[in-house]
């Protein structure tokens, strides 16, 4: 006979009552933490520049994520346990809303049993779900930023979609600097139940309107996304777009559509640097170097030619990079270029080490904010995504 464990039961009270779907935070985590009869919990979120980890819930210090085991957690998505320093033990439990890293949640308990691992990670997966739904509060927002943001950044932000996406079969990550200034860089990753679609957009300058620019571009690109447009279409509704309200601006970028059933990758280059394709951790060299089109906007009205799609049939576990002129055009430690080869080798050895993609280009970022001997002279970019065929 199974007998029933202190807590059992009580998280179904909890979540049955309605009254506790308008908690605060605080007091979520604590009466759920009750409901599953643990001692204590604390959500630690991530940065905006995912350098630290947060805490929420609890007046504690921040946590660097590279030098800490809750940066450990974070940065491998995996269980870790320390002995606590008030004594007993403490589980680090990584917070994932899907894909996307949220953050970790700190566990403290007198002692670490199975059923008690069992439960923390029953409440990591439930506080996960509560979190996701409150990170664009604006109280979460302040504690997750270190420096006051530009208004063309804020525009900007608004729009970006989380920053990893996936299933078991594709993943798609992002990372966009410098985060508190940008100008005209964005991403875009959606996924329906056939196709991953991804973007990476550069406007014209670095202001404003640039920010505008590519606001809009993304809008009319989901737009027409969300009707079921081709690629083709796609494209040309950021054409008429940026042509009708904002013809003296325009915008480069790589769309790309990968079929997720067959590995079948489509794209279109609007005057852009080409895409990327990593395969048994090698660089394919020109893989998908194809002769660019304009830029969108007034440029590719003007040329008065039909926009190219290209193909390519994508292998288990291929990475496809996407990226903007500022990552290569950013600066070394001695003052060189960081280049293309620097940067494909550093995504090449972190394939080679199992690292997950989210992690990867984190990392491959953070050496590039390090290395300037100043701010970034330019939006820096990247979008990763990789795929591995559904089993039949």
Not at 40 to 57: F, S
Not at 92 to 104: C, F, M, S, Y
């Amino acid at each position: 006979m199974v007998t029933a464990e202190p807590g059992d039961g009580l998280l179904e009270e909890f979540l049955a009552d309605p009254e506790n779907a308008v908690l605060d935070l605080s007091t979520a985590v604590a009466r759920c933490s009750k409901a599953l009869g643990l001692q204590h919990a604390v959500i630690y979120l991530a940065d905006l520049q995912q350098r630290r980890l947060v805490p929420l819930t609890d007046a504690g210090a921040p946590l660097p994520v590279d030098d800490s085991l809750a940066g450990w957690t974070y940065r491998t998505q995996s269980l870790r346990v320390e002995e606590s320093e008030a004594g007993g033990m403490t589980a680090w439990l990584p917070l994932l809303d899907g894909a996307e890293r949220l953050g970790v949640l700190a566990v403290h308990s007198p002692a670490l049993t199975s059923p008690s691992l069992r439960r923390s990670r029953t409440l990591a997966a439930l506080l996960a779900m509560i979190t996701s739904k409150r990170a664009y509060k604006d109280s979460f927002v302040r504690r997750t930023r270190s420096e006051p943001m530009q208004l063309p950044a804020e525009m900007l932000r608004a729009f970006l979609p989380p920053r990893t996406i996936g299933t078991a079969h594709v993943v798609s990550t992002a990372v966009l600097e410098p985060a508190y200034e940008l100008g005209g860089d964005a991403f875009d990753h959606s996924l329906t139940e056939t196709t991953l679609h991804a973007a990476v957009l550069d406007a014209m300058g670095h202001n404003l309107a640039s920010g505008l620019t590519t606001a809009v571009s993304l809008a009319a690109c989901r737009n027409a996304r969300r009707t079921g447009a081709e690629l083709p279409e796609l494209v040309q509704s950021v054409d008429d777009a940026l042509a009708r309200w904002l013809p003296d601006q325009f915008c480069t970028g790589v769309l790309a559509q990968l079929d997720l059933a067959s590995g079948v990758l489509r794209w279109t280059n609007c005057g852009h640097p080409a895409p990327l394709l990593i395969r048994d951790q090698r660089l394919l060299v020109d893989a998908m170097e194809r002769e660019p089109e304009p830029p969108m906007g007034l440029p590719s009205l003007l040329a008065q030619r039909t926009r190219q799609t290209h193909e390519i049939a994508l292998q288990p576990g291929d990475r496809v990079l996407l990226y903007t002129d500022g990552v290569t055009e950013s600066r070394t430690r001695d003052g060189g270029m960081f280049g293309l080869e620097h940067f494909t080798d550093y995504i090449i050895r972190a394939t080679a080490a199992g690292e997950l993609a989210p992690e990867t280009l984190r990392r491959l970022i953070h050496s590039i904010l390090d290395a300037q001997p100043g701010s970034l002279r330019d939006d820096a970019t990247l979008l990763l995504f990789e795929w591995w065929p559904p089993t039949r």
